[in-house]
């Protein structure tokens, strides 16, 4: 249960493989989490979008508040994640009906969450409404040893894959590495 | 070798997991190839973005044919996927020297690679110069079933992890999902 702080550079190696992601938010009132999987990073400087709009009831908190935190579940967490994601937070405190361990974080009001093997502390930059995508940057990157790190990839028609077989090609990709990866 | 076609809408669950992919574009003279990692769905409709810009010599093919197709290469691909994204189509003949099949496609110009276990066929319908996000809309899918399906994500720092342990949540998010997903 205790998270160790990472160099914020390395938020990138969350974000790339694709993950499902628990953004949490806090309105002020109440801490919310949402389950996102659309998410990209832009830059090499911790800037990500996540793909998401003024449908989602997290999305009053992020663009008023201008903070989260995007989270990594590990497998063993999936389903409640994905549950996550049917319920609005407008209906439902989804942390205590989910059994989610509320964490306060250093850098922003938004917390994180125990259970998972990764946080990412960020503040919400910009949003382009043309394709509903949040522009968020990262300042904070903490980790849990102590849980599964595999990442979960949703497919999308709600079948999901937990990380596998792993390659290393660190040599062939040397000069495109950015330093601290 | 043989590419079956699949519904369009069925892109999204190519793009969503956070693939490696092989990006092929045709500048009415050559055929060439860049491998990305940096790819986000934006809807239910098809459309896609790919984080990439002018510092990359397929990006002048890609905004002036307006065309490409994103290939999704298996496990046994990857290190010259890899190897792919280290080189530039401005010096080389990419398909030749790494051993890619073209073949022809129906939708556009640009080829699909007899390799891959998934070709989409793609036009480019905008880019947003901020964050360099170009915008691609997918018209046409192909899936080769003799080709390992499991998918490879890049963490960013020279390592890969091919799709594992596979979950089944069709159910806890039924109501989520788009038809003929």
């Given amino acids: 249960m205790a998270f160790r702080e990472i160099e914020p550079q390395k938020a990138l190696t969350f974000i ?24 990209c990073p832009v830059n090499f400087d911790n800037d990500f979008i996540l793909a998401t709009g003024p449908w989602n009831h997290s999305f009053r908190a992020l663009t008023e508040t201008k903070e989260c935190v995007v989270c990594i579940p590990p497998p063993s967490l999936l389903r409640r994640a994905v549950l996550a994601g049917t319920v609005s ?26 259970e998972c093997s990764a946080c990412l502390e960020c ?15 990262c300042n904070r990157v903490v980790v849990n040893d102590d849980v599964d790190a595999r990442i979960c990839h949703a497919v999308g028609d709600g ?20 330093p601290g990866l």
């Avoid at 493989?17 to 998410?39: E, R």
């Avoid at 930059?125 to 968020?136: A, K, Q, W």
């Fill in 16 to 39: 790339e493989p694709g993950p499902v992601v628990l953004v949490t938010t806090f309105d002020g009132k109440k801490h919310n989490v949402m389950t996102l999987t659309w998410t």
């Fill in 159 to 178: 079948t999901f894959f937990a990380d596998g077989e792993k390659f290393v090609y660190r040599d062939e990709m040397k000069d495109k590495l950015p």
């Fill in 89 to 114: 937070g407008k209906d439902a405190d989804k942390f205590s009906s989910l059994g989610f361990t509320a964490v306060g974080a250093k850098a922003v009001k938004a917390c994180l969450i125990a």
């Fill in 123 to 137: 503040t919400v930059t910009d949003y382009l409404p043309e394709y509903s995508l949040l522009v968020i940057h």
